[in-house]
T-cell receptor, first 109, second 119 residues
Framework: KNEVEQSPQNLTAQEGEFITINCSYS?????LHWLQQHPGGGIVSLFM???GKKKHGRLIATINIQEKHSSLHITASHPRDSAVYIC???????????FGKGTHLIIQP | DAGVIQSPRHEVTEMGQEVTLRCKPI?????LFWYRQTMMRGLELLIY????????DSGMPEDRFSAKMPNASFSTLKIQPSEPRDSAVYFC?????????????????FGEGSWLTVV
């Protein structure tokens, strides 16, 4: 079993819909990252969380340390949000990231 | 700052040839990471350095892979000899060293990746 599991693997939605991507992990962590990868391959860190909730524009990320679960929400989704969203954790005591398999999101106009 | 700079962006090479991938981290960042991305396995950590010192190379697949960081502004990942199964996108990333008291780490910045095809 992978240490970081994401769901769903693929998600297609209509423009304007509220999007939720989930991440569960089975190891102790010091931080969790949500990453965005566009076609063409570049990876951008959207959020780094160790507790609670963060918001940036239409994106919201939450984490529940006790339940070992995090969610990424996109409000008022737009076709330019189409990308692969990757959950990654920094295991306690380590600096490198362990990644989920990613969620391939397509927002149709 | 120009961000993390990787070269080459694309390389096609023949099996058995030596491949060298290069990375310039963001100035002032103390940690440098090499990751590999394939369709089958997704993103995986190969090796990382703190203050130019290799800390964890347990992700390096085998002896054909080696990485160096001779100074704070340059790192290389070398594959010798290369094999078709090494075909992947290789990402370099850097981050400031995690703050010791908070122990929550810092955000991470990725290069654009080096797309390697071994035929």
């Amino acid at each position: 079993k992978n240490e970081v599991e994401q769901s769903p693997q693929n998600l297609t939605a209509q423009e304007g819909e509220f999007i939720t991507i989930n991440c569960s992990y089975s190891v102790g962590i010091s931080a969790l990252h949500w990453l965005q990868q566009h076609p063409g391959g570049g990876i951008v860190s959207l959020f780094m969380l160790s507790s609670g909730k963060k918001k940036h524009g239409r994106l919201i990320a939450t984490i529940n340390i006790q339940e070992k679960h995090s969610s990424l929400h996109i409000t008022a989704s737009h076709p330019r949000d189409s990308a692969v969203y990757i959950c990654a954790v920094r295991k306690g005591g380590a600096d490198g990231l362990t990644f989920g398999k990613g969620t391939h999101l397509i927002i149709q106009p | 700052d120009a961000g993390v700079i990787q070269s080459p962006r694309h390389e096609v090479t023949e099996m058995g040839q030596e491949v060298t991938l290069r990375c310039k981290p963001i100035s002032g960042h103390n940690s440098l990471f090499w990751y590999r991305q394939t369709m089958m396995r997704g993103l995986e950590l190969l090796i990382y350095f703190n203050n130019n010192v290799p800390i964890d190379d347990s992700g390096m697949p085998e002896d054909r892979f080696s990485a160096k960081m001779p100074n704070a502004s340059f790192s290389t990942l070398k594959i010798q000899p290369s094999e078709p199964r090494d075909s992947a996108v290789y990402f370099c990333a850097s981050s400031p060293r995690q703050h010791a008291r908070r122990n929550s780490g810092n955000t991470i910045y990725f290069g654009e990746g080096s797309w390697l095809t071994v035929v």
